[in-house]
């Protein structure tokens, strides 16, 4: 790696977050900012890819020149431009992308497309006591969840994936059928703080048998049929919210028990929207200090999406030496497991 090489500029506009920051070898994270579009898709219930990208396109560049002014750092002096990629909306994807190649090419400095999980899994590195590899990390996000092993930069194992909808998906729609505010997860985790535990009981999917592979599209079919049979007060509701989490954090805490046990690694990382989850938080802390080990996770900030581990994955990647032609790519589906580098480097 070259120590020498200069700041990153990182970009996120995978879905309905606009999110820039600079990376630098010495110093660490420079600056970061971020644009929520909560606001402007709250009222249609859900993200509108159209209204997505015509948003990053208003935000990204006054957000550029933000992170610029509070750094005082002439872009004379960036190193390299990295851009989330993938997986994400193609509309939103291409905001970034043609943003930050552009760029790139005015301020003639290599520019890369990272994988958006891949941004996700790096950034407890952001923390004061980062993890060491290896670590098993659980990524859960409003698109994926996943049982990673990583070694290193692009040495990444998938242990196991959410055969149907990701655990933030299912948060999402399980809020959506209880008639809650968009966004749905972190509503109906806020209705499950007064939801009574011992009320109703949910299954926990796929635990019955070997494996890592997670399935979460059922619990929503059980939420919405719980709702119809035991009524609609609201009491109901959190005590519905409440088994929806407890099953979903259970679920979650299963599987990283075992992909620990399986491994023989210690360290556990949170990463993804859901990671901001406090009940999830709470058990996979004691699961982990249980074991003999440890769990890290990035600040709530970083758990969702942002810039900064854009532009930190970015930094690894071009400080290691990679390039890109200028072609402006982004694939909206893309697996991680193609991210892996050959020989990898730690
Ligand atoms: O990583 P992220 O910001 O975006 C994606 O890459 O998808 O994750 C967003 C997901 C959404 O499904 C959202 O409902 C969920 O994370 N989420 C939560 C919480 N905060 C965000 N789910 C449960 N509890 C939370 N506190
Ligand atoms: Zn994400």
């Known amino acids: ?16 977050e606009t999110g820039v920051a600079i990376y630098e070898a010495r110093r660490g994270l420079l600056a970061h900012a971020l644009h929520s579009q909560v606001n402007l898709h709250a009222r249609y219930g859900g993200v509108v890819p159209e ?33 989330t990629a993938g997986p994400g909306l193609v509309g939103a994807l291409l905001v970034g992308a043609a943003t930050g190649r552009s760029l790139a090419l005015a301020w003639g400095v290599p ?6 999980m891949e941004g996700h899994l790096l950034a407890p590195m952001l923390e004061a006591d980062p993890p060491e590899c290896p670590f098993v990390a659980l990524l859960v996000s409003g698109g994926h969840t996943m049982l990673v092993r990583v070694e290193g930069l692009g040495r990444y194992q998938i242990l196991g994936e959410s055969l149907d909808d990701a655990a933030g998906e299912a948060f999402d729609k399980t809020a959506k059928l209880l008639g809650l505010p968009y966004p749905g997860g972190p509503s109906l985790a806020r209705l499950a703080g007064s939801g009574r535990p011992d009320r109703f009981r949910f299954p926990r999917p ?7 592979d997670f399935s979460f599209s059922g619990l929503k079919t059980f939420a919405l049929n719980t709702w119809h049979e035991a009524g609609s007060d609201e009491q109901t509701k959190a ?25 023989g ?14 009940a999830l938080r709470e058990r996979l802390s004691a699961l982990a200090s249980g074991l003999g080990g440890k769990v890290y996770y990035p600040r709530p900030e970083f758990c969702t999406d942002n810039g900064a581990m854009i532009a930190y994955a970015g930094f690894l990647r071009l400080a290691s030496g990679q390039e890109e032609d200028l072609e402006i790519r982004v694939h909206p589906r893309w697996s991680l497991a193609s991210r892996t580098i050959a020989g990898g480097s730690s």
Do not use: W
């Open 111 to 116: 520019a890369i497309g990272i994988h958006h």
């Open 51 to 83: 209204l997505a990208s015509r948003d990053h396109v208003r935000k990204l560049l006054p957000l550029v020149r933000g992170v610029f002014e509070t750094t005082g750092l002439d872009p004379a002096a960036i190193g390299g431009v990295a851009y």
């Open 206 to 212: 796929m635990t019955d048998r070997p494996g890592l």
């Open 265 to 278: 690694i210690g360290r556990l990382v949170v990463a993804g929207g859901v990671g901001a989850n406090r």
């Open 1 to 16: 790696m070259r120590a020498e090489f200069g700041p990153v500029l990182g970009i996120e506009t995978s879905c309905d």
């Open 239 to 263: 005590d519905i919210a409440r088994a929806f989490e407890d099953a979903v954090v259970d679920t979650l805490a299963i599987k990283c028990r075992r992909a620990l046990e399986q491994t």
